[in-house]
């Protein structure tokens, strides 16, 4: 008698859900630590940061068509059990990284000086070189943030996620300190704190590299494997990330010409948000516990052939995902100055981040639902669906609302998180629908 496995949210899985926990637990705590030195370098230091940091995330959605595409096929092999096919899917991902990462940025760093400048409508020339400057040191970062996205979901898709939690704890102290020495020591302000994530993402790059091919127990990786590309296997992950490239594209797209409404309706306004995004990334922790967990746990039970149990893992890890969420969102409610405090000297743009803290909590609910579900049915083989959805949803809703209720209702940033609202959960009730849809769960890797 064939014995059936156990459900994947057992021990087995806690075991590969913990270090997960804790990476993202350290990398927020981090983040909000860096933040703080950000948003205390100048009253606009948070704001020029994050249109940055918002370009430099549309460039990383672009590369998704690498990372992502390696991750779900090297994730669907691993629960197959075919060493063959993983090893294949590694090495190819390993060759494409570095190459595509890098005519990236060189694009990137030409088109700099007119992409900020549009991006930052009615910016003084203070507040644009703030900008610019700062964007163009991260740029740098690139190649480092990419190689870093693609091992680290290699190495998880197979189930090893120790590895990237000690890299991440590696990478995270190298910024800190870069941090003190360009931005304490030096006094180089926004364009030290660009300098700390150049130096922190190539250290992890290295890191991880090195545990990839370090690597035994999924798969086997070496330089020799690597320069022998394959085209239909750079197809075959090419034609599994794309979609991810457009969803990730256009929810990007969508936040930069968000980004450039508020720096239209001033720098205060800029600030508010800024600090209130700052923010969700505490109360919205689980959003990419939950991603990476149900790409590996869900992708192995797809891999086996398993459906019900890889429907059950989703309803689970989005459970735990949603309790949590409440729970650090209460958090912040409770203490509201203390919070917006730790994110600007500025008395107006605190008092008023304060005062809209409860946006984090209506806001992180339905993100973490996005963050859950999205991921369960690309990994389900649909990622095209998504890609249209989350399009749509996008510019269809979130755009449009903002305008209409941050410009002509004159919500301000209130209106911002309404609109970024409403287009989440349709995002997230379309998404679970398809994960409990027939045609789900039907991909070949």
């Known amino acids: 008698m064939t014995r059936k496995n156990k459900p994947e949210t057992d021990i087995s899985g806690f075991r590969f859900a913990l270090p997960v926990i804790l990476e ?26 994050g249109t940055g940091n918002q370009v430099i995330s549309c460039v990383t959605a672009f590369f998704y068509i690498v990372s992502t595409g390696a ?25 494409l990284a570095p190459i595509v990462s890098a005519l990236v940025t060189a694009v990137l760093l030409l088109i700099s ?26 740029a740098l970062s690139l190649p480092g943030l990419m190689a870093v996205n693609t091992f680290s979901g290699i190495l998880r898709s197979a189930g090893e996620s120790r590895v990237p939690l000690l ?20 006094h180089l302000q926004l364009v030290g704190a660009g300098l700390a994530y150049v130096v922190c993402r190539y250290v992890g790059a290295l890191a991880l590299g090195y545990a ?14 690597i320069l022998k590309p394959d085209l239909a296997c750079i197809r075959r992950i090419f034609s599994v990330g794309a979609p991810n490239v457009v969803d990730g594209i256009a929810v990007q797209g969508g936040y930069i010409l968000i980004n450039s409404m508020l720096i239209g ?38 891999g086996a052939k398993d459906i019900s149990g890889a429907r059950r893992n989703f309803r689970f890890i989005l459970g735990i995902g949603l309790f949590a969420t409440v729970v650090l969102s209460g958090i912040l409610m409770l203490f509201p100055s203390f919070f917006t405090g730790l994110f600007t000297s500025d008395a107006f743009i605190h008092a008023e981040s304060a005062r809209l803290i ?27 669906h998504v890609a249209v959805s989350c399009t749509m949803c996008v510019w269809l809703i979130r755009v449009p609302l903002t305008w209409l209720f ?15 609202t409403i287009a989440c959960y349709a995002r997230a009730i379309i998404a679970t629908a398809m994960i409990h849809s027939g045609r789900w769960a039907k991909i070949e890797a």
């Open 24 to 49: 993202n637990i350290f990398t927020v705590t981090i983040g909000l630590v860096f933040s703080a030195i950000l948003g205390r370098i100048s009253a606009s230091s948070l704001a020029a940061a």
């Open 71 to 95: 991750s779900i096929l090297t994730a669907l092999n691993t629960g197959k059990g075919d060493r063959q096919q993983t090893n294949k899917i590694v090495a190819h991902a390993v060759f």
């Open 113 to 138: 000086a007119p992409l900020m400048r549009l991006l930052m409508p009615g910016a003084d020339d203070a507040f644009y070189h703030e900008g610019l400057s700062y964007f163009r040191v991260v």
């Open 167 to 186: 890299c991440t704890v590696v990478m995270n102290a190298f910024q800190l300190l870069a941090a003190f020495v360009f931005v304490s020591v030096f």
């Open 212 to 225: 990839v091919f370090r690597h035994h127990r999924a798969f086997d990786v070496s330089f020799r494997s």
């Open 265 to 302: 309706l001033g720098k205060n306004d800029s600030g508010i948000y800024n600090v209130l995004q700052t923010l969700i990334s505490f109360s919205g922790i689980c959003q990419p516990i939950v991603s990476v967990s149900v790409t590996t746990l869900i992708g192995h039970k797809v």
């Open 358 to 384: 409860w946006l984090t909590l209506l806001f992180a609910v339905p993100a973490v639902a996005v963050n859950a579900s999205e991921p369960g049915v690309r990994v389900g083989g649909m990622s095209k």
């Open 406 to 420: 941050s410009y002509k209702l004159h919500l301000g940033v209130s209106g911002v998180f309404f609109a970024n």
